[in-house]
C-alpha cells in the first residue's frame, strides 16, 4: 500500500521601503499573524498595527477569499530603516504574498485600487548630506553686509 505524503504549501514573498526590507513566509496554520516572531496585536505603535494590518483587512472584506485567509500563519522578518519605512515594508510583502496565495485576480484588483504601493515597492530613496552642508539642499546662507 503506497501513501501519498500531504505537501505543505508556502509562499515567500518581500517588500521594500527605504532602507527596511521584509521578507514574508504564508503558510496553512491558525491564523497567526507575527512581526519579527512577536504578534501582531502587541505591535506598538497603534499607526504601524494599523499600516501592517490593511492588506489583511481588504482581504477580508472579499466573500471568496476571506475564509481562506483566516487559517493563514503570516511569518513577516523585517531589518533596517525607521518604524513606518518597516511598516510600510511589511504591509507590502504580505499583501504580495496572499495575492500569491489566493491566485485571485479581483483581490489584486482591490489592493491596487485601494492603494498601489500594496503590490508595487516604493522606490524613492532619502536623499544624501552634501559635504560642507547641513543636509540634502540646505547649505549656509550668504550675507553680504
Not at 512581526?35 to 505603535?45: F, M, R, S, T, V
Not at 492603494?115 to 540646505?138: F, I, N, Y
Request: proline share 4%; aromatic share 4%; net charge positive.
Amino acid at each position: 500500500m503506497v501513501t501519498k505524503a500531504k505537501v505543505k504549501r508556502i509562499v515567500n514573498q518581500t517588500g521594500k521601503r527605504k532602507k527596511a526590507i521584509a521578507r514574508v513566509t504564508i503558510q496553512e496554520g491558525k491564523g497567526d499573524v507575527r512581526i519579527n516572531k512577536k504578534p501582531l496585536a502587541i505591535i506598538e505603535p497603534e499607526v504601524v498595527r494599523a499600516k501592517i494590518s490593511e492588506p489583511l483587512f481588504i482581504a477580508s472584506q472579499l466573500p471568496e477569499v476571506a475564509p481562506e485567509i483566516e487559517k493563514l500563519d503570516v511569518d513577516v522578518n523585517v531589518r533596517g530603516g525607521g518604524f513606518m519605512g518597516q511598516a510600510e515594508a511589511a504591509r507590502t510583502a504580505i499583501a504580495r504574498g496572499l495575492v500569491d496565495w489566493t491566485c485571485n485576480e479581483k483581490l489584486k484588483e482591490m489592493y491596487l485600487e485601494y492603494d498601489r504601493t500594496l503590490l508595487v515597492s516604493d522606490v524613492r530613496q532619502k536623499e544624501p548630506k552634501k559635504a560642507g552642508a547641513k543636509g540634502a539642499r540646505a547649505h549656509r546662507q550668504k550675507s553680504y553686509r
